[in-house]
């Protein structure tokens, strides 16, 4: 197996793309296919300041890694979920990573922020704890970025996460998720920081492949909590489909981009975003799902 470009041995092949990389090929493809997702949805420009929410996972160190390679101005944001063992472990792999690149790196906890970590929060308000979670994030993403100044907040998701996202969206017919589902999230209210995701034409065994040649340490274990998520098996089937047919996983997801989404244009709801009178960050209702999920648990806000 010889590198397509320089005809060296090759480390790595990439049957979707009918070719195999040596080391510095393998990285220049990598960096091309960063930066032209960032170029094609202008995620951010040059000197914007980005914050990268690190889950300690591959994706979100890999793209930290990235970001800082590529020479952009990017900080890190850890959400200390409260998970025990599990967020100990993870905060060590991107404490270690800020330290090591000497980055700049926030950390938001929800345990001292509420005195509960999510699980105790999702039983007591008796709710999935992903969906506990996602709002938090989310929630959190945004007050640190707002605070923080910065232009742009760039999560992990990947080609894997954004397909399986697209075929749970097209299984039940979920047209306004459709209709909304980017690489890029536009802060649609003056209190919003625009959300990117800038490895979304990479695949999770490319950014693995990344992590390993660039040192990056990851925590290879899952969330426990997200142990028989649909997620998960979305990913599994698209991967059975790429195994005999190598390309689909991109094929379904860009083309769904370049065409398919503008179908489902119609069904955006234009709604009207007001503050939640407890967070004052942007919602529908007159309180945030945030809020009323907090106040559920019987947490005082
Ligand atoms: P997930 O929903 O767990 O697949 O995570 C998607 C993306 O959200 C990751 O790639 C990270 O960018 C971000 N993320 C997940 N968990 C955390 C966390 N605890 N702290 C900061 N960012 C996170
Ligand atoms: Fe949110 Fe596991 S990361 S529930
Ligand atoms: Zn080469
Ligand atoms: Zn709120």
Redesign the pocket.
Known sequence: MKCKKCKQPAIIALRRHNAAFCREHYLEYFYGQVERAVKEYRMFARDDRILV???G?K??LALWDVLLTLGYRADG???D?GIDGYSERSKEKVLYFARERGANLRIASIKEEYGLGIRELARKARRAACSVCGLH?RYLFNREAMEGEYDAIA???NLD?EAATLLGNLLNWNTGYLARQSPLLEATAANLVKKVKPLYRLTEREIASYAVLRRVDYIVEE?PMAVGAKSILYKNVLNQLEEVSPGTKARFLFGFLEEGRQVFAGEKEEVALKACALCGQPTTAEVCSRCRTLRRAGVTL
């Open positions: 929410a690190v889950s996972g994706d979100s944001l850890y959400i979920l994030k999560t992990g998701h996460d969330c």
